[in-house]
């Protein structure tokens, strides 16, 4: 049973940056295809990045293109999300998810319906916070 443990709630400055981190146990993470989600106050959860299984194509929401970088180290069973270029609108809690590779197919992109199937494990979530 494949479980995700996001890093510690972040916190940083308009214009900062940030890196996020999610441990992967109890199955090899190399089998799924993960990503990242957020919700911010009051709205629905939102994918924001995802990769395939062994990192070489990464999918981006439009509205975070060009300043986020998702990123996996199979080795070390750990996702990462780089924010760069803080923005108010980056607060919220952020997730970390992970679906079955299917043989034959490509990753999901944020935005597929396969991320709301009940098969796709999530992590608890992480804080983050930008200050001014």
């Known amino acids: 049973q494949l479980q995700l443990t996001e890093s510690r709630g972040v916190s940083g400055q308009i214009g900062g940056i940030l890196t996020l981190s999610c441990a992967a146990s109890?199955?090899?993470?190399?089998?799924?295809?993960m990503g990242w989600f957020r919700e911010s106050q009051g709205g629905e959860r939102e994918g924001v990045a995802t990769i395939s299984t062994a990192g070489a194509r990464q999918y981006y929401a439009d509205s975070v293109n060009g300043r986020f970088t998702i990123s996996r180290d199979n080795v070390k069973d750990i996702l990462y999300l780089q924010i760069n270029g803080l923005k108010p609108d980056d607060a919220g809690v952020y997730f970390c998810?992970?679906?079955?590779?299917?043989?034959?197919?490509?990753?999901?992109?944020?935005?597929?319906?396969?991320?709301?199937?009940?098969?796709?494990?999530w992590g608890q979530g992480t804080q983050v916070t930008v200050s001014s």
């Open positions: 109890g199955h090899l993470s190399a089998y799924y295809c």
């Open positions: 998810a992970a679906t079955p590779w299917q043989r034959g197919t490509t990753c999901p992109r944020p935005s597929e319906m396969i991320w709301k199937k009940a098969d796709v494990t």
